[in-house]
């Protein structure tokens, strides 16, 4: 009969679609489950990344706050060392005024007795006279040397000076920089750690929402392909009842 074979054929399309649908539906919960997997991998090197910028930022900070103490003991004790440069150069000025008024005042009395030793015709009183002249000439000698030393001192002490003049200002200035670069590296380390906390707080809530995706999944395959089987067991059953009553 044209209408019962119609029916037959209409059943096993739907069959034939049940089975494709089963097919389809059979390990959906396991691609679920990968595809969760990859997105919790993808996650899980995201905060691998981000614990290693923290933890950079973090020697960096440490770095540059070492680098601050150094330079701050270092502008300290270049501080007091031109202080006392200073100290001693401004002591110098007058030891060496001294000296120089001492000088010239032997020299005027050497220059006063030689003067009378040439008019002195004796000999003993010249020979005393030239043993005062040599004993003012070995202090005047003295005197020159100290002077020499006082000049080399001075010398030093001014070119230690303008050296530290120098040296001061630019360890300031990159104790000024360093101190730059630590704010800005404490607040990166700040926005960091709060982006860390973040992605922690959705990935919680990410791992929440993929297990319930995954019950749900795994649900619904379970039902899915139980109603399939039933549909396609009382299919069959029709067709059989069909293929019986051509039969007959």
Same mark, same amino acid.
């Given at each position: ?59 960096? =900070?440490? *770095? #540059? ?5 150094? &330079?701050?003991?270092? !502008?300290?004790?270049?501080?007091? %060392? +031109? $202080? ?69 001192? =001075?010398? *030093? #002490? ?5 050296? &530290?003049?120098?040296? !001061?200002?630019?360890?300031?200035? %990159? +104790? $000024? ?72």
């Amino acid at each position: 009969m044209p209408g019962v074979n119609v029916s037959r054929d209409a059943l096993v399309n739907i069959k034939s679609a049940l089975n494709d649908y089963n097919i389809d539906i059979s390990g959906i919960s396991k691609r679920v489950q990968q595809c969760t997997n990859d997105i919790l991998q993808k996650s899980a090197d995201e905060m691998k990344k981000i614990a290693n910028e923290i933890r950079e930022s973090e020697q960096k =900070i440490a *770095k #540059l706050k070492s680098k601050i103490d150094e &330079l701050t003991e270092r !502008i300290f004790k270049l501080t007091q %060392e +031109k $202080a006392q440069c200073e100290q001693e150069f401004e002591a110098s000025k007058p030891q060496l005024e001294e000296k120089q008024r001492e000088a010239n005042s032997l020299k005027a009395e050497i220059s006063q007795m030689e003067k009378v030793l040439a008019e002195i015709e004796n000999a003993e009183m010249k020979a005393s006279i030239q043993r005062q002249v040599n004993q003012l000439k070995q202090e005047l000698s003295s005197v020159e040397l100290e002077i020499s030393q006082l000049h080399e001192m =001075i010398s *030093k #002490l001014e070119g230690r000076l303008s050296q &530290l003049s120098k040296e !001061i200002p630019e360890a300031k200035s %990159e +104790k $000024a920089k360093a101190e730059d670069e630590l704010r800005k590296e404490q607040k990166r380390l700040e926005l960091l750690k709060n982006k860390e906390g973040r992605m922690k707080s959705a990935l919680n809530k990410l791992n929440d929402n993929i297990n319930t995706l995954l019950s749900a999944s795994k649900s619904f395959e379970t039902r899915a392909t139980s109603q399939t089987e039933k549909t396609s067991a009382n299919i069959g059953k029709c067709m059989d009842a069909i293929d019986e009553y051509l039969s007959s």
